[in-house]
């Protein structure tokens, strides 16, 4: 158990990896709540408690979100909204159906580019080295995703921000196009808002993102899409999407 935590597992994947792994182990069958109340008995008997800090949020409170900016960018060229969308990709039945956004460091002078999936929920992180600005996005995407089939590059879904003014060129890497929630509706992208929340974790507010090169962005995408997901049935989102080696 101290071992999964140490890579950052949940207390509620370890909860189910134990169910699956030792079926005839009962008495490790445990249930999420109890592992976090060992860990915040510390050493009355507990887990260490210092693994606290191997939870998502690094706190034993959760913290009411803030309501997002509402922007309403218009851009030059006419832009596809997400009534326009294929019904498909609200069944999640397929794979290729990606939600992005920014997460933005301080004053917005760095970011990191967040892509997921919304069946497999596998993510991808695009670097962003020189910048956030329309071009600079769009040179990201073209390098991060010019690799992935075609076949899994099929709707990307963002927000109305000015970072893709020029959607029209990401759209050349999407076949069914690309499509923008209303603004001030993050739920409309629950899953990389979810996820976004997630990478909270390795990628602090309030800390300069400039820090984290390609590689580094590399291994968390990789801590991320190689932990068992309750919605997945615990599996990875690297097995569903299918690059498991």
Same mark, same amino acid.
């Given at each position: 158990m101290q071992e999964k935590l140490e890579v950052e597992w949940s207390p509620e994947q370890i909860a189910a990896h134990l169910r699956m792994?030792?079926?005839?182990?009962?008495?490790?069958?445990?249930?999420h709540e109890t592992i976090y109340q060992a860990?915040?008995?510390?050493?009355? !008997?507990?887990?260490?408690? *210092?693994?606290? #800090?191997?939870l998502r949020t690094g706190r034993p409170l959760r913290k009411r979100r803030r309501r997002s900016d509402q922007r309403r960018t218009r851009y030059v060229i006419p832009h596809q909204r997400i009534e326009h969308r294929p019904a498909i990709v609200t069944e999640r039945t397929r794979l290729g159906d990606w939600e992005g956004d920014l997460v933005v460091g301080p004053m917005s002078k760095s970011a990191v580019a967040t892509l997921v999936d919304r069946h497999s929920r596998y993510l991808r992180l695009i670097h962003l080295p020189n910048g956030h600005r329309a071009d600079q996005l769009v040179t990201a995407l073209e390098a991060a995703l010019v690799s992935m089939s075609a076949g899994k590059r099929l709707t990307l879904t963002w927000?109305? !921000?000015?970072?893709?003014? *020029?959607?029209? #060129?990401?759209?050349?890497?999407?076949?069914?196009?690309?499509?923008?929630?209303n603004p001030g509706s993050p739920w409309m992208r629950g899953t990389n808002e979810n996820t976004n929340g997630l990478l909270r974790q390795y990628l602090p507010k309030g800390t300069d993102l400039r820090v984290h090169d390609a590689a580094g962005l590399a291994v968390i995408e990789t801590k991320l899409n190689t932990r068992p997901r309750?919605?997945?049935?615990?599996?990875t989102s690297t097995d569903v999407f299918g690059l498991a080696t």
């Open positions: 792994a030792f079926p005839d182990r009962p008495s490790w069958h445990l249930c860990l915040y008995r510390g050493a009355r !008997g507990g887990l260490n408690r *210092r693994l606290t #800090k191997r927000d109305q !921000g000015s970072e893709m003014a *020029r959607h029209d #060129k990401v759209a050349r890497l999407f076949s069914q196009g690309v499509f923008f929630a309750k919605i997945l049935g615990w599996k």
